[in-house]
């Protein structure tokens, strides 16, 4: 999607893919800023790893606790900081790393978009508080949801964020476990369902789809994982998390670049390389 938006916009820019083990990370992020790229994506497990190893946090990362997107920049003559697309020439002088959260945003956008949902007063059950799963629990709380149920296979990170919002957003309930009763809305922010065969995040769990109004999974690429295949044939209103990665990704675009992000060339582009067609993810 970003090399669509670059030719779309006619930047001689390029987006590549490199896997860095989490080791290599902080060698991986000086080597970008020598080169002087505009900027990185930091995908799982990267976003927790990477804040402490940036030389400055935008608001954004600071509030969600995760980086997903970095940026470069240098000093201008008047000793701002600027993107390094701002300078015309090479650039010889200190440059530093910044590191932002978009996917926070991308969430948000894509559960309103994609579900129809009003998050303000809604029952949620998260599955998974990793780095992106922490980052869904915090901006679920600044939505102002009524109540929110954690669950992860290590419990004490639950716990942490549920510590985290008691203490940033004491209006709302939040809860480690699994609810009684129904949500309006399921969040599966786990690796569950990624790989061929993975089973549902619910399995052998005492929570049933039929308890949930909508479900969501982060999860894109399969489009229908065995989550939102139960989910649907339970009558949920389901969605994908291909919307969260456009917006997310279209947010992080306007970062390195300073100009707004094509979003309809970017849509395209994502659901061509996801699903080989033009067609959208089936959602109900």
């Not at 569950?192 to 789809?209: C, I, M, Q, V």
């Not at 670049?257 to 067609?279: I, K, N």
Request: charge should be neutral; glycine fraction near 8%; include cysteine.
């Amino acid at each position: 999607m970003h090399n669509a938006a670059f030719a779309s916009l006619r930047l001689n820019w390029r987006y590549l893919a490199f896997e860095v083990e989490p080791k290599n990370l902080r060698a991986a992020i000086e080597g970008a800023k020598a080169m002087r790229f505009a900027g990185l994506n930091l995908t799982v497990p990267h976003k927790l790893l990477a804040m402490e190893m940036l030389d400055a946090l935008d608001e954004s990362a600071k509030t969600w606790g995760a980086v997903n997107t970095v940026r470069f920049e240098a000093q201008d003559g008047k000793g701002q900081w600027q993107p390094l697309h701002h300078f015309s020439g090479p650039v010889s002088s200190e440059v530093r790393s910044q590191g932002f959260n978009t996917d926070a945003d991308g969430i948000a956008r894509s559960l309103r978009e994609d579900l129809g949902l009003e998050l303000a007063g809604a029952k949620v059950l998260l599955l998974g508080t990793g780095g992106a799963g922490q980052v869904a629990a915090l901006r679920l709380a600044a939505e102002k949801v009524s109540e929110l149920f954690l669950v992860d296979y290590v419990t004490a990170k639950a716990e942490a964020v549920a510590q985290e919002i008691r203490k940033r957003h004491p209006q709302v309930k939040v809860a480690v476990g699994f609810p009684k009763d129904s949500v309006d809305l399921l969040l599966n922010a786990t690796p569950l369902g990624l790989k061929a065969g993975d089973a549902s995040p619910l399995e052998g769990t005492p929570f049933s789809p039929r308890q949930a109004r909508a479900v969501y999974d982060m999860i894109y690429n399969p489009a229908e994982t065995a989550l939102l295949k139960s989910a649907s044939a339970a009558g949920c209103k389901t969605a994908n998390g291909l919307g969260m990665l456009l917006h997310q990704g279209a947010k992080a675009f306007e970062i390195w670049t300073g100009q707004p992000a094509p979003l309809d060339v970017m849509r395209r582009a994502l659901e061509l390389e996801v699903y080989q067609s033009t067609v959208r993810s089936p959602q109900s």
